[in-house]
């Protein structure tokens, strides 16, 4: 497909355990966001990459949360420890830079029980 | 501290009629302002952008104004349908970086 791919869909978790979330851009779009969307909220930032640089990681909660795009393509999301406050859809969105929209992908729902 | 927000958490409207959905901001500094659209299940569809040099721009049944003064951007739908029933988001952002979103917009077009 030409859109943002995002896996898996849906994702339990014990509290405590560690989760990783996996984002595959559009092909050829340098930058890639996360953001966390609570339930009855918009999306809130989490990261941004550029390549395979992090150039801002200021929305990131805790340091819990880490993330990597190793070879400036997938992006893949990590939360240490969970907690239930994580519980929320992650989403990913890709663009190719510049003053172009960003494309989400459909989200990852994560719910810590 | 809300930079950006939609004070009407819901709106219906009978199709084929003028749908206005609304937001404001508080950050001064935002160039560039978009419109989501969300289906349940589904990541946000880009809609509608525009920058900060420009007071209006349209595409199709989408029209988004932008009043710099006041710090508030709408989003017209004309004519509406109810295949547009959905969540709208406004969202803005400093230089095409980081968005913020606002809480977001329950439209609901009636047939």
């Known amino acids: 497909g030409a859109g943002v791919s995002q896996s898996p869909r849906y994702k339990v978790a014990k509290r405590g355990q560690d989760v990783a979330l996996r984002c595959d851009p559009i092909?050829?779009?340098?930058?890639l966001f996360w953001y966390q969307q609570a339930l009855g909220q918009g999306p809130e930032f989490l990261t941004y990459?550029?390549?395979?640089?992090?150039?801002?990681k200021s929305g990131l909660p805790s340091d819990r949360f880490f993330a990597e795009r190793p070879e400036g393509s997938v992006s893949t999301l990590k939360i240490q420890r969970t907690q239930q406050e994580d519980s929320a859809v992650y989403l990913c969105?890709?663009?190719?830079?510049?003053?172009?929209?960003?494309?989400f992908g459909d989200g990852t729902r994560l719910s810590i029980l | 501290d809300q930079q950006v927000k939609q004070n009407s958490p819901s709106l219906s409207v009978q199709e084929g009629r003028i749908s206005i959905l609304n937001c404001d901001y508080t950050?001064?500094?935002?160039?560039?302002f978009l419109w989501y659209k969300k289906y349940p299940a589904e990541g946000p569809t880009f809609l509608i952008s525009?920058?900060?040099?420009?007071d209006k721009n349209e595409d199709g049944r989408f029209t988004v104004f932008l009043n710099k003064s006041a710090k508030h951007l709408s989003l017209h739908i004309v004519p509406s349908q109810p295949g547009d029933s959905a969540v709208y988001f406004c969202?803005?952002?400093?230089?095409?970086?980081?968005?913020?979103f606002g809480q977001g917009t329950t439209l609901q077009v009636k047939p």
């Open positions: 969105a890709s663009n190719p830079g510049g003053d172009q929209p960003q494309h």
């Open positions: 990459f550029q390549n395979e640089a992090q150039l801002d």
């Open positions: 525009i920058s900060s040099i420009k």
């Open positions: 969202a803005a952002s400093v230089h095409t970086g980081k968005l913020i």
């Open positions: 092909s050829g779009h340098v930058s």
């Open positions: 950050n001064s500094m935002f160039d560039y």
